[in-house]
Nanobody, 124 residues
């Protein structure tokens, strides 16, 4: 599975960004997809994940720090997962990574595939 993120950039505090992650190389529908972020010198941190619940049902889970501000969604027709980030704060500044795997998890080691990362910088 190849993952390519896009949509990062510089935004003022309180602003919004939408990250995209395009997947290829494997059936996308039943892949668990996740977003993580990492500051230099720190461990990769869970942000959000979505998993297939059967039929047309998908579940989502979020880190407490982003609940109510971030939303993960997916478009199976385009093999793309999104992370809508609203009301951004300076502490959201990080490199954001898209991940894919067989199981949804908040643990980065549980994912098998990773994108190259996209920088998000929030100025205060």
């Amino acid at each position: 599975v190849q993952l390519v993120e896009s949509g990062g950039g510089l935004v003022q505090a309180g602003g919004s960004l939408r990250l995209s992650c395009a997947a290829s190389g494997r059936t996308f529908t039943n892949l668990a997809m996740g977003w993580f972020r990492q500051l230099r010198g720190k461990e990769r941190e869970f942000v959000a994940t979505t998993k297939w619940g059967g039929g047309n049902t998908y579940y989502a889970d979020y880190a407490d720090s982003v609940k109510g501000r971030f939303a993960i969604s997916r478009d199976n027709a385009d093999n793309t997962v999104y992370l809508q980030m609203n009301n951004l704060k300076s502490e959201d500044t990080a490199v954001y990574y898209c991940a894919a795997g067989a199981r949804s998890s908040v643990i980065f080691a549980e994912y098998d595939y990773w994108g190259q990362g996209t920088q998000v910088t929030v100025s205060s």
